[in-house]
Every structure is written in structure tokens, then in C-alpha cells.
């Protein structure tokens, strides 16, 4: 990351310092900028909580001996300039070409399809015992920890305590920080293995604490979870959950599409969705010119477009939405969608990416606030681009006739800058 007129260790020495001069007052001062105490005392006024969740005091004491905040993280509320923030997640600051790259793709399918037969056994059982498609599973794996091969390095009772400190979320990591001292007190993780995301998630297919508990699967009956080194567990883990958000054996996540007839990317979103025999009817046929399947007409799913006009567009189904809940972004979803498609033997896109610029966040939120102010139904203001972003910019776009793009482009900006200018 390079700033205007900073050279990069410039800049990397500048954020060093920012965050610990932070890192100071969120430790031992009284309260910071915005009124927060210094991280001992909300330590410390913690604890009831804790204690009140049945965590024992030499639990506490032991997983919080010596710790500071971690003020390096993504998504916390802090006092610094925008600009000294740290990088957002990939997700949501990568356009979707570079998000879903065709090369990482070939290379961990590849991958995928050696361990398909290596593992063979438990995938079956994944099969049969949890009721969800191998290839998923395996591509959930691959996309997580690339099958193994990525060691998150963070101290998840570090990240989960600063989340829970000075996070945008605090509820959510409170919650998960309870749940992280319990797999601690239970023996289930040990403190040094607790290694993970700049979230909190760990194992081969990275879990938040409490999933540990709603959906670890000891799959391999050894008497013992262990999601960091057994993969049967860790694939019957990640196949429980993808279960219990919906997940349909047999079913695709998505079907690559063309648009045509009475459909652009402007009817994009689950607020629009309908039969895939409905869908046929206006006019989208398959991008690989085969007819839908009969068994698929009567099914629900809703356009997808990652890139609007600018890219592949999809009929997402109900597996779209179990991967969604697994990784609440679009981009997340197609490329462990279309990972799993290529482990199974599948091919590549046949409509090619556009390079499209990414605005910065606050450019991207600015467009959201405008439309809201012109009765868009946008309810989060965020400056991350969604289904229902990329619907409302289309939509937008059909009512002022530009182009219909379903993408926020400095083009629709400006346009709506002119507007509130115009007083429109």
C-alpha cells in the first residue's frame, strides 16, 4: 500500500508509530478519544460476564496474562486519520477479477481433485452421514486455509478481546470471546495453538469459537474434536454448517447465465427472485448454451451479477445463500462456488471479466446515501458493494438513462453529485 508522496516503509513506519502511540492510551490512560476506558479497566469490567457464562477465574487469568490490544486489525473504531486505517478485507476491496483469480483457481482445483482421491473415505462420509456434495466442502477448505497450507498467524484471543475492546461489532466478539475461554476451559483448543484470522476464525476451515460448539462434527470417532488437524473433522465440520444454512445435496450454487430478452443486471437480488423456469421465460438462457435441467425449473434463485454488467451473471440458488451465511460476501461465495465446480471436473467462465475501478470505500458509501436520499431502498450505508448496491445503481441507472452498469462508477457518482447540486 503506497500513500501520495510517502515511500512504502515510510508509510509502514508511520502506521507502526500511529498504532502504538494508540496502543499506549488504549493500555494505560484513562479513556480515549472516544470516551472508552483504557483496555485494563474494560479487562477487568469484563469479567463478570465471563464469570456469569461459568468461566473460571484461572481461565481468564491465563488467557489474558500479559496481553495489549491489537490495534493493527481491520474494522475497529479508532481515532486515527482514514487514511492510517488498515487495509479492508479482501472481499470487499478487491474488484471481482482480481478477487476471483483465474490462476489461484486452476492451481487450488487442481489440488482439491488430488485430495478428492486421497481422502476419499471421509469425503464419502461427508456424503452420506452430513448430506453435502464433497466438492463444496473441499473448496471451502481450499479457499480458507488453501488445504492446510496457510498458517493464520494471529493470536485469536488477542484479535477476539480488541474486537470486543474497540471493534465496530463488539456484541458479536464479546459473544465469540466467551466462547473462545469455554474451548479453552474445555480442553478442546490449547492457548499456543490458538492461532488464526484477523477475525477470530481457525482450523482447516476456519471456525469462530462458537461454531466449534453449533457445528464441530467429530467425524473421524476419535473421541475428540480437533479441527486444526484431523480432517475428517474439519471437513464434517464445514459440511454441518453448510447443512444447517440451507444447503441442498445435488443442488448448484449457481448457474453461469446469459442475459437477454426482458432482464439486465438491474433486476439483480434476492428481493427479485423467482423460478429458474421463470427466469428461462424472460429470456436468460445457460452462458454454455445447454438448456436448464427439468429438475431445476421449479427451483428459487435470484440474478446474480459480482461485477454487474461487467462480468459472468449467475442464477443464484439456495447453495449460494448456505455459502453466503458462511462468508457474508458475493465475492466469497462464487469463488468457492466455481472452486467447487472445477475440483468436480467443471470449466471456466465463458463471459470474461471487465477491469472495473474499485472506489474507495467512502466514495462507494457516498453513492449509497444518495440513493437512499432518492428513496432507495438501502438500509446499511457502508461503502461495500452487495446484490442490493449494484440493484439500486441499475436501477438508478435505468431512471436517468445512463448506461446500465450495476456498478458504482465514478461515472454514477458524479451524475449524482450533479443532482443534489441541481437540488434534484
Known sequence: ?????????????????????????????????????????????????????????????????????????????????PEMRPPAQAEFSRTPEQYINREQIMRLARQGRELAERHKAILDRVEAEIGVDRAIVLAIWGRETAFGGHRPRHD????????????????????????????????????????GSWAGAMGLTQFMPSEF????????????????????????????????????KGLPWGIEVNLGG??????????????????????????????????LLEHQAYLMSPAGAFGPSFLATENFKAIRAYN??????????HLSDRIAGGSDFKTPWHQVRQLPDHEIAEIQEQL????????????????????????????????VGCWPRQEVLEHLRRGVADGR
Open 1 to 81: 500500500m503506497r500513500a501520495s508522496g510517502m515511500t512504502g516503509w515510510y508509510l509502514a513506519a508511520a502506521m507502526a508509530i500511529a498504532a502504538g502511540l494508540l496502543l499506549a492510551v488504549a493500555s494505560t490512560g484513562p479513556a480515549n478519544a472516544q470516551g472508552r476506558p483504557s483496555f485494563r479497566v474494560w479487562l477487568e469490567s469484563f469479567w463478570p460476564e465471563a464469570q456469569g457464562a461459568g468461566i473460571t477465574r484461572a481461565t481468564f487469568d491465563r488467557a489474558f496474562d500479559g496481553l495489549t490490544p491489537d490495534l493493527s486489525l481491520p474494522d475497529l473504531v479508532l481515532a486515527e486519520k
Open 156 to 195: 485469536v484471543i488477542r484479535v477476539l478481546v480488541t474486537q470486543a475492546y474497540a471493534g465496530r461489532r463488539q456484541d458479536l466478539f464479546r459473544t465469540e470471546l466467551i466462547h473462545a475461554l469455554r474451548l479453552l476451559q474445555d480442553g478442546i483448543v490449547e492457548r499456543d495453538a490458538m492461532r
Open 213 to 248: 460448539y453449533g457445528s464441530g462434527v467429530d467425524l473421524d470417532h476419535d473421541g475428540k474434536l480437533d479441527l486444526f488437524g484431523s480432517t475428517a473433522d474439519a471437513l464434517g465440520s464445514a459440511g454441518k454448517q453448510l447443512k444447517q444454512k440451507g444447503w441442498v
Open 262 to 295: 426482458k432482464v439486465d443486471c438491474a433486476q439483480e437480488g434476492p428481493a427479485n427472485s423467482r423460478t429458474i423456469g421463470e427466469w428461462a421465460k424472460l429470456g436468460i438462457t445457460r452462458a454454455d448454451g445447454k438448456p436448464f435441467a427439468r429438475a
Open 328 to 337: 457474508m460476501s458475493d465475492l466469497y461465495a462464487v469463488f468457492v462456488g
Open 372 to 403: 437512499k436520499r432518492r428513496g432507495a431502498a438501502i438500509d446499511k450505508i457502508d461503502g461495500k458493494i452487495g446484490s442490493n448496491t449494484r440493484w439500486q445503481i441499475g436501477q438508478y441507472e435505468r431512471s436517468v438513462r445512463l448506461k
